[in-house]
């Protein structure tokens, strides 16, 4: 509702209903912020991030399921530690090492380097010991039978993954891909550490970057607008897919 007021129906009257609905507020809020850019890189990021996720962590998973090694517990044990470890822990350490990168590739290699490249490599290694934790419990909790059944028709290990585990892990594997891709929208203080530039910033950071801006012109119809605009698709996922999220942990279980 206070994004379609005005500033004055704002003030007089904060929790009641806009006298006239003010659209032009979302019009001011995409311009100013550069929404639109911001939007398009949001998007990239996500979906490279779940891409890279997924990619890495669903094999990953199976194989340390399946593996029942002193080696595969010491991965095991190794990604779990990565959920204990705070973001603000590695903030310099990352920072540090995309200069780095950047300057390589800069100077020796390509002649050019996109910090939002370094962004999704390292999101996407926050990302990664949650989703293979989850998955490799969910794994493990599958009989051994479907294999052994696959091995006497002749399937191998890769095609045993592919067309039986894999579909019946559809609903925990759709579970953690939604929450990772919420996770990478929502996503602001490593942006804002590895991404100088703010044309190329995420649609959070641009709204930040907006709210410094506004402040001083008590713009505030704009400013929730823009919020409306950054957190609108994740009500609207919620709304679409929250049942699906909770229905998934357990579903492949159940089968």
């Given at each position: 509702m206070t994004s379609l007021k005005s500033t004055r129906d704002?003030?007089?009257?904060?929790?009641?209903?806009?006298?006239?609905?003010?659209?032009d507020n979302y019009a001011t809020a995409w311009d100013s912020a550069g929404f639109g850019q911001a939007t398009l890189t949001t998007l990239i990021f996500v979906g490279s991030t779940l891409v890279i996720v997924m990619v890495i962590s669903v094999p990953a998973a199976y194989g340390l399921a399946r593996r029942m090694d002193r080696t595969a517990s010491s991965l095991t044990t190794y990604f779990a530690m990565g959920l204990a470890l705070p973001m603000q822990t590695v903030l310099i350490p990352y920072f540090v090492i995309n200069n780095g990168v950047s300057q390589f590739m800069t100077d020796w290699i390509t002649g050019w380097w996109d910090p939002r490249i370094g962004l999704v490599v390292f999101y996407s290694s926050t990302a990664i010991p949650w989703t293979v934790f989850v998955l490799t419990s969910f794994f493990r909790s599958l009989p051994a039978s479907l294999e052994e059944a696959a091995q006497l028709d002749g399937a191998g290990p890769w095609l045993t993954f592919r067309k039986i585990m894999l579909p019946i892990a559809r609903g925990p594997v759709t579970t953690v891909a939604i929450i990772t891709a919420i996770g990478a929208w929502n996503e602001t203080?490593?942006?804002?550490?590895?991404?100088?530039?703010?044309?190329?910033?995420?649609?959070?950071?641009?709204?930040?970057?907006?709210?410094y801006g506004l402040q001083y012109t008590s713009n505030w119809g704009a400013l929730f607008a823009g919020i409306v605009i950054l957190?609108?698709?994740?009500?609207?996922?919620?709304?679409?897919?929250?049942?699906?999220?909770?229905?998934?942990?357990?579903?492949?279980?159940?089968?």
């Open positions: 704002i003030l007089l009257g904060p929790f009641s209903l806009p006298t006239n609905a003010n659209w203080l490593l942006v804002l550490f590895l991404v100088p530039d703010g044309a190329q910033r995420t649609l959070p950071a641009a709204l930040l970057n907006m709210y957190i609108g698709p994740i009500i609207v996922a919620f709304l679409w897919l929250g049942r699906r999220v909770i229905e998934g942990a357990t579903l492949g279980a159940n089968k």
